[in-house]
């Protein structure tokens, strides 16, 4: 891609803002309902207070909360709310963020800095401190180990359930470990883990114990309200110290919101960061972030205060319908099963007679866009390559037209073949190890199912690249997407 200087003379607005326009061509239309993935669609008339409201504190930066005081405001009034919806009590403390990673990242630092001291031998030794993670966690985990030099330890789940297993979890702490994780719900299966178990673990072992509810934290309650039998997972549960919930999902604010809640001030210490050790200002952040745009918390703010508690209730009553009657789908359909239970508004289904990427193809091909989550496996143990539906309410009007054309794509597919290319790769990749072959010869390899690496185009990712990045390994996989983003961006 050739590199392009900024304009000698600069444009009208109305000219910029087309060009801008023209470049959603080939994004996803997610305001026509038919996107069951990544998005989160409060509606016409929400989304236009959200816009008016994010506009309105644009420019306000967070860097300094002496200097806007409405920020202040706004984000305690939000973390009230949050606090109170998942148990809190007056000693709960929390920050707003950008997102589920920014609230994981902040929690895994919180955790390590109070285990440090609490245990100033983790500071000396030359061990990594450990974070116990079923391998359902979120991999902003991962991702956050990775920033903060945490060693993860990786625990197999149930292989039914694909809740975390409690026993597997206190044989993999050893004297380096600080943190346990659970999430309410995951992402891949949505199931709620054994919280309580969980955190009497940590408790019993002094351990620092995380429920990421970063994806059901906000939708739980109301199912619960709604007659969902679910287990307890949030602040009320003994042992909890920290839990992250995303309001960017369904609470429908704009992206990025979040919060990180913490059962008192004295964990919460260990988030911030103060640095008064140079020539500039002295600077403490609550957040990863420095300066932050106000839009986000004001943003948020205004969709709670315009949904309402019975607003959300209302919403969580019709999505839960329509998930009681996919997984009825699902269950009934003899080429299909669910991968576990679903505790919320996320089914994952797949097939041992249908090929599920190809199947995904035909289904997208009638104008929708389901998402496919490649298959893990362990010892004793997988998750299979699967379709992954996320229902929401602007989903709900086309819910039984989407259920057909499965149905229908279903018998499209059943009898289809890997493409030649697949079968060749697989013989390839049987004799290869990807994580030590050279650059070059990965990049042959990825051009020839269609990802071009240096084009800084956006291949369409099919049943045919799918198939083979299902056969490799976690690793493996990992160092082909590292390689296919440093090529995708200049």
Not at 20 to 26: H, M, N, T, V
Not at 56 to 84: K, Q, W
Not at 210 to 223: A, E, Q, R, S, T
Not at 261 to 278: D, E, G, M, P
Request: hydrophobic share 40%; proline share 5%; aromatic share 8%.
């Amino acid at each position: 891609m050739s590199r392009t200087p900024i304009p000698p003379k600069g444009s009208p607005a109305q000219d910029v803002l087309e060009r801008l326009e023209g470049f959603r061509a080939a994004d996803l239309d997610w305001r026509s309902g038919k996107v069951w993935a990544y998005m989160y669609d409060p509606g016409e008339e929400s989304e236009a207070l959200i816009k008016r409201a994010y506009m309105a504190y644009l420019s306000e930066n967070g860097l300094d909360p002496t200097a806007f005081p409405s920020l202040v405001r706004l984000e305690n009034e939000v973390i009230a709310m949050a606090a109170a919806h998942v148990g809190g009590d007056e000693q709960t403390v929390g920050n707003f963020t950008s997102g589920g990673t920014e609230s994981i990242i902040l929690a895994c630092k919180a955790a390590r800095d109070w285990a440090r001291s609490k245990r100033p031998e983790l500071a000396r030794s030359a061990q990594r401190p450990k974070i116990v993670l079923p391998s359902t966690a979120h991999a902003a985990f991962h991702k956050a180990a990775h920033y903060l030099d945490l060693e993860v330890v990786l625990v197999d789940v149930d292989p039914d359930t694909f809740k975390a297993d409690v026993a597997a979890m206190e044989a993999a702490i050893d004297e380096h470990a600080i943190m346990i994780v659970g999430s309410a719900v995951s992402y891949a299966h949505c199931v709620i883990d054994p919280i309580p178990e969980l955190a009497a673990l940590a408790k019993a072992k002094g351990l620092w114990m995380h429920v990421d509810g970063c994806m059901g934290g906000f939708l739980l309650p109301y199912f619960r309200r709604l007659g969902r039998e679910l287990p307890d997972f949030d602040l009320r549960v003994e042992g909890v110290c920290s839990m992250s919930m995303d309001l960017h999902k369904y609470a429908f604010a704009a992206k990025g919101a979040s919060v990180i809640l913490y059962k008192h001030k004295s964990l919460r210490r260990h988030q911030i960061f103060t640095c008064a050790n140079w020539t500039g200002y002295s600077i403490t952040n609550a957040t990863v972030q420095s300066s932050k745009s106000g839009g986000p918390v004001a943003a948020a703010w205004a969709i709670l205060q315009h949904v309402g508690d019975d607003g959300y209730l209302e919403i969580s009553r019709q999505v839960l319908e329509a998930t009681e009657k996919v997984t009825k789908f699902v269950d009934e359909h003899p080429d299909l099963f669910q991968l576990g239970s679903t505790d919320m508004n996320h089914v994952s289904f797949s097939s041992k007679r249908v090929p599920i990427f190809r199947l995904a193809d035909a289904v997208n091909e009638r104008g929708w866009y389901v998402q496919v989550q490649l298959g893990y496996r362990w010892q004793g143990g997988e998750s299979p390559a699967n379709i992954h539906l996320v229902i929401n309410p602007a989903n709900l009007r086309w819910l039984d037209a989407l259920l057909e054309d499965i149905r229908a794509c279903i018998e499209e597919v059943r009898d289809s073949e890997p493409s030649p290319l697949t079968k060749t790769l697989e013989q390839t990749l049987a004799q290869v190890d990807l994580t030590n072959i050279d650059d070059e010869t990965l990049r042959q390899m990825m051009a020839m199912v269609g990802i071009t690496p240096g084009s800084g185009s956006v291949p369409k990712v099919g049943a045919e690249i799918n198939e083979v990045l299902d056969m490799l390994e976690p690793a493996a996989r990992e160092r082909v997407f590292t390689e296919f983003m440093n090529e995708l961006f200049v």
